[in-house]
C-alpha cells in the first residue's frame, strides 16, 4: 500500500509551535504543576495566558453555564467572536472542491494575526489531504498548544471532521453509505458502528462530527440519496436516533443535517429552491429531526443551503430558533454548513454584504461560521460597532459555544490524545471491518429471484459491466478515497478495496471466472459490449454489475452536486444490459449504485437482481456470500425502484391522486417498492389478533400476528408496520410506516409479534397548524413492504380531537413471544 502524503501534516506543524516543553520535561515538573500548566507556562509570562485554576471558568465544580458566564464577562468583543468561527488549513482553491464553490470561497488565514484573539474550530484536520493518523494526531496536539499559548485565555479550538459512512481520514474504516443503513431496518446494528466510528475520531484529538444526515429523499434524482437513510421519516428518525446514539456515547459531539428541507429541492437539484407547504415541512421533513433532538440528545445541528419558499435557512429563525430551540428545547450549537452564511450576500441576495449576512445569520440562530472565517470575522465585529446586531446576540452564541468546549473537557484538559503518543493510531482495525462487512450483508437487497440464487457451483462465470473491476465502486462521495484520495493517487486508497470480481473468485475458487467491462459507468461507449455478449453466452452464469461512481459537483454520477437528469442507468449501461440478457445466459444484475435506477427489462427477465447501494470496503465480499448462498440476504428498500425513469419526484408517501389514474398518462407505480426484499428462505405470516377494534384519541391498539420460518435455514424476515388513515381533515398518504421489527428466525422456529401502537402515531398537522388526532377509522397494517400487506386490521378511534405536540409518543412498543423452536 502507498504511504500517504503528508501536505496537511506539514501545513499544521508549519503552523504550530516549536518551542513548547515536551511530554518528557512536562513529566519532570513538581506535582503541583500540572501537564497544562507546563505546556503554557513559558508562554504564559510573555502572552498573559490564564491558566490557573483559581478563577471561575477553570472551576470544574462549577456548573458549565457559570464557568461560560465567567469567561465572557471578561472577553473582548473580537475574542468573543473568535469563538464563533473555524479555520481550514490546507483548504483548496485549485477546482477540486470538496464543498461548494470552495474555489472561490478558500482564502488563506494569518494565524499569526488570528490566533492571539482565540479560535472556535478547526475544520477537517484529517479530511483535507492523505494524513497518517498518527502523523496527523501529533501535528494536530502541535496545533492545540499554539492556539492555546496564542491568546490570553488558553482556550482550545474544537475539532470538527466528516463522519458520514465512517471517520472520513486517511486508512480510515469505510462503512455502507447511510442508504445501505436504510435496508438495514437495524438500529442496533447502527448504533454499534456510531460507536466505533466515534471511538476512532476521538482516538486522534476529533470532538465534532459533522453526520448524519437526515434529509428524507423526495426525488431520487437529486446526488445526495446515497448519503441520506431514505424515504421514510420514521425509517431515517429512527436509524438517526441510532446513529446519533453511538456517536455521543463515544463522546463525539454529533451534527444533525440538513436542516431543514435540502431534500426538496426543485427537479432534484443541488442547492436549488424548496417550495414545500407548510404541511409537508411539518409532517415529513421535519420529524426525523424532531425525533432525534428528542430522543438521543445531539448537540449540534448544521442549516441547510437551501431556502424555504424564498427565505435562506441560514437565516431563518422561525427555524433555527421558534422551532428548534422554543419548540423542541435543543441546547446545543447551530454550525453553519460550510460557506453558507457568506452565501446570504453571494447566492441568495438577501444581504448586501458579508456584515448584513453574519448579524442576519446570528440573529435566527446560526452560532458558528463554517469551514473557515468570513463574515464572522472582520465584517461582524463591524456589524456589532455599527448596532446592526447587539452584543448580546453574539453573547448568546458564545454561551452555547463555550458549555459545549466546557463540558468535553477543553478547558480542563486539552493536551494531545493518549494514541498520538503511543505513535501509532489504526483506524481500520479487523474489529471495524467484520462491523462493515455485517452492515453490508444486511444492506444487500435481493430484488428479483427465479430460482437461480444461490449459485451452486457454476463451473464459468461471466462478470460483466463497468463496476465488477472498480475498487472504488462500493464507496460514496464522502468516503476518504473518493472524497479526497482521487486527488492524490500516489496515496494509495488507504484501506482494502477487494473488486467485486476479486471477490468472486475468492468465493467461487472453482469456477473460471471470466472479465469484460461491456463500457465505462457514464462515458458511453457501446464498442465493447460485442465482446461482452460473446462472453455471456459462454458462461453458465452472468455477474452484471453496473451503477454509479460517487464524486462531487459533476466528477460523477452520484454525489453532492451529481444531480440525474432522469433515472435512465447512466451512460450507456441500458444498452449494454439488455445486450447481455438477449444472450441468453441466465444473468444476476447486480447494482452498486448511489441511488435506484430504472431498471429495463431485468425484473422480466433477469435470473436475479440484487441491490447494493455503495456497500463500503467488505462490500464486494457480501454481494459474492449472498451470491453463493453462504449469507441470505435480507435487506430492504430504503426507497422505491422506479419503473420509468421520468416520474419524479415521486415516493411511495402519496395521496391518491399522486398514484396511478386514469387521467395522466404518467404512472408514477414503482418497479419495486418501499420495503421490497427477498431472502432464501419463506416466512408465513398468520392468526392476526387485535385486542379491541376501538381506543380512544389519547389511547392505544394492541395487535398481534404469528410470524414463522418454513425454510430450511435461518433468515430474518422485516416486519413492517403501515397507517392508512381513509378519512381525514386534510389529504393523507394513503400508506404511511409507523414502525418496523426484524425477526431473525432458525428454521421450523416461530414467534408471536405483538405491538401496542398509541393513537398518538396517526397524528397529522390539520388545517390550523396544529398537530392533532382525529377520531374516525383507521386501518393498521402488517407489510412485507409498502405495497403489499397481508395482514391488516381495522380499528376505530373514538373522542374529541386531541392536539398533540413534540412530547407525542413517536414510536410503537413491541414484544415478541416464542411459540416454536428458539429464534436466533
Not at 398514484?659 to 417498492?673: C, F, G, K, L, Q
Request: aromatic share 6%; glycine share 10%; charged share 20%.
Amino acid at each position: 500500500m502507498s504511504e500517504p502524503v503528508t501536505d496537511a501534516a506539514y501545513a499544521m506543524d508549519a503552523a504550530t509551535m516549536t518551542d513548547a516543553p515536551t511530554e518528557r520535561e512536562a513529566d519532570t515538573m513538581t506535582d503541583a504543576q500540572t501537564k497544562r500548566e507546563a505546556d503554557t507556562m513559558t508562554d504564559a509570562q510573555t502572552t498573559g495566558v490564564t491558566t490557573t485554576t483559581d478563577v471561575p471558568w477553570r472551576d470544574r465544580s462549577l456548573p458549565a453555564g457559570v464557568r461560560a458566564g465567567a469567561l465572557i464577562a471578561e472577553l473582548s468583543l473580537e475574542e468573543k467572536i473568535a469563538q464563533l468561527y473555524g479555520i481550514w488549513i490546507g483548504a483548496s482553491d485549485d477546482g477540486a472542491d470538496v464543498a461548494p464553490h470552495q474555489h472561490d470561497m478558500s482564502s488563506a488565514v494569518d494565524l499569526d494575526e488570528l490566533l492571539p484573539k482565540g479560535l472556535g474550530q478547526i475544520t477537517r484536520a484529517f479530511g483535507t489531504a492523505p494524513v497518517d493518523a498518527a502523523v496527523g494526531a501529533r501535528s494536530l496536539a502541535r496545533l492545540q498548544e499554539r492556539i492555546v499559548a496564542s491568546s490570553r485565555f488558553g482556550i482550545p479550538a474544537l475539532v470538527h471532521e466528516e463522519c458520514l459512512a465512517g471517520f472520513a481520514a486517511y486508512g480510515a474504516t469505510a462503512y455502507p453509505v447511510p442508504l445501505s443503513w436504510g435496508a438495514t431496518f437495524d438500529p442496533e446494528l447502527i448504533e454499534q458502528m456510531a460507536r466505533r466510528i466515534g471511538a476512532d475520531m476521538r482516538s486522534v484529538g476529533v470532538h465534532q462530527g459533522l453526520a448524519p444526515v437526515l434529509d428524507v429523499v423526495r426525488d431520487a434524482r437529486w446526488g445526495r440519496v446515497e448519503e441520506t437513510m431514505g424515504e421514510d421519516p420514521y425509517l431515517v428518525g429512527t436509524l438517526g436516533t441510532a446513529y446519533v446514539r453511538g456517536l455521543e456515547a463515544s463522546g463525539i459531539v454529533a451534527t444533525l443535517k440538513h436542516f431543514v428541507g435540502y431534500s426538496a429541492s426543485r427537479a432534484g437539484r443541488n442547492l436549488a429552491p424548496v417550495s414545500v407547504g407548510a404541511r409537508e415541512l411539518a409532517d415529513v421533513l421535519l420529524p426525523p429531526f424532531e425525533m432525534v433532538v428528542r430522543d438521543a440528545k445531539p448537540r449540534s445541528v448544521m442549516n441547510a443551503y437551501t431556502d424555504l419558499d424564498g427565505v435562506p435557512t441560514a437565516a431563518d429563525g422561525d427555524l433555527l430558533t421558534g422551532v428548534l430551540r422554543e419548540t423542541w428545547g435543543f441546547e446545543g450549537t447551530v454550525v453553519a454548513d460550510y460557506f453558507s452564511v457568506a452565501f446570504l450576500e453571494t447566492l441568495h441576495g438577501t444581504a448586501g454584504d458579508l456584515g448584513e449576512a453574519a448579524a442576519a445569520a446570528l440573529e435566527a440562530g446560526i452560532d458558528v461560521e463554517l469551514p473557515t472565517v468570513h463574515a464572522f470575522g472582520e465584517p461582524l465585529v463591524r456589524a456589532v460597532a455599527d448596532g446592526r446586531v447587539g452584543e448580546e446576540v453574539v453573547d448568546r452564541a458564545l454561551r452555547r459555544v463555550l458549555v459545549q468546549k466546557i463540558e468535553a473537557g477543553l478547558l480542563d484538559d486539552p493536551a494531545a490524545p493518549a494514541a498520538a503518543a503511543q505513535g501509532t493510531v489504526d483506524l481500520d482495525p479487523v474489529e471495524n471491518r467484520a462491523l462493515a462487512r455485517d452492515i453490508a450483508e444486511q444492506a444487500i437487497v435481493l430484488l428479483r429471484n427465479d430460482g437461480t440464487l444461490p449459485l451452486s457451483a457454476p463451473a464459468r462465470i461471466a462478470v460483466i459491466g463497468p463496476t465488477a473491476d472498480d475498487p472504488l465502486a462500493v464507496l460514496g462521495c464522502y468516503a476518504f478515497p473518493t472524497h479526497v484520495g482521487v486527488h492524490h493517487p500516489a496515496s494509495g486508497a488507504g484501506i482494502e478495496l477487494p473488486t467485486l470480481v476479486d471477490a468472486l473468485r475468492a468465493e467461487f475458487p472453482a469456477a473460471e471466472v471470466t472479465l469484460a467491462s461491456g463500457t465505462s459507468i457514464d462515458g458511453g461507449e457501446t464498442h465493447g459490449i460485442a465482446d461482452a455478449v460473446v462472453l455471456a453466452a459462454s458462461a453458465d452464469v452472468v455477474v452484471l454489475a453496473l451503477g454509479d461512481r460517487a464524486g462531487l459537483f459533476g466528477r460523477g454520477t452520484s454525489g453532492e452536486g451529481c444531480d440525474a437528469e432522469t433515472l435512465d442507468l447512466p451512460g450507456a449501461q441500458a444498452a449494454l444490459l439488455e445486450a447481455v440478457l438477449d444472450a441468453g445466459t441466465p444473468t444476476v444484475l447486480t447494482m452498486l449504485a448511489g441511488r435506484p435506477y430504472v431498471l429495463g427489462t431485468a425484473p422480466e427477465r433477469a435470473a436475479g437482481i440484487v441491490q447494493a447501494f455503495f456497500p463500503g470496503e467488505e462490500g464486494t465480499r457480501a454481494i459474492a456470500a449472498i451470491l453463493s448462498g453462504r449469507v441470505n440476504p435480507s435487506g430492504r428498500l430504503p426507497v422505491s425502484v422506479p419503473a420509468t425513469p421520468g416520474a419524479q419526484p415521486s415516493t411511495y408517501l402519496a395521496s391518491t391522486l399522486a398514484r396511478r389514474s386514469e387521467v395522466s398518462n404518467i404512472d408514477p407505480t414503482a418497479r419495486y417498492p418501499f420495503g421490497h426484499g427477498l431472502g432464501y428462505t419463506s416466512f408465513a405470516w398468520s392468526d392476526l389478533r387485535v385486542e379491541s377494534a376501538e381506543a380512544t384519541t389519547g389511547g392505544t391498539v394492541r395487535m398481534s400476528l404469528i410470524i414463522e420460518n418454513l425454510g430450511d435455514r435461518a433468515g430474518a424476515d422485516v416486519v413492517q408496520l403501515y397507517l392508512h388513515d381513509p378519512v381525514a381533515s386534510v389529504v393523507r398518504p394513503v400508506q404511511r410506516l409507523v414502525g418496523f421489527r426484524r425477526v431473525e428466525l432458525e428454521p421450523g422456529a416461530s414467534v408471536r409479534l405483538g405491538v401496542e401502537v398509541p393513537a398518538d402515531l396517526a397524528a397529522f398537522t390539520g388545517r390550523d397548524g396544529r398537530r392533532i388526532v382525529e377520531p374516525g377509522s383507521l386501518v393498521l397494517g402488517f407489510g412485507r413492504s409498502s405495497a403489499d400487506l397481508p395482514l391488516q386490521a381495522n380499528v376505530e378511534l373514538v373522542g374529541p380531537v386531541r392536539v398533540v405536540d413534540h412530547t407525542r409518543a413517536l414510536h410503537p412498543v413491541w414484544a415478541s413471544e416464542r411459540i416454536g423452536p428458539d429464534p436466533l
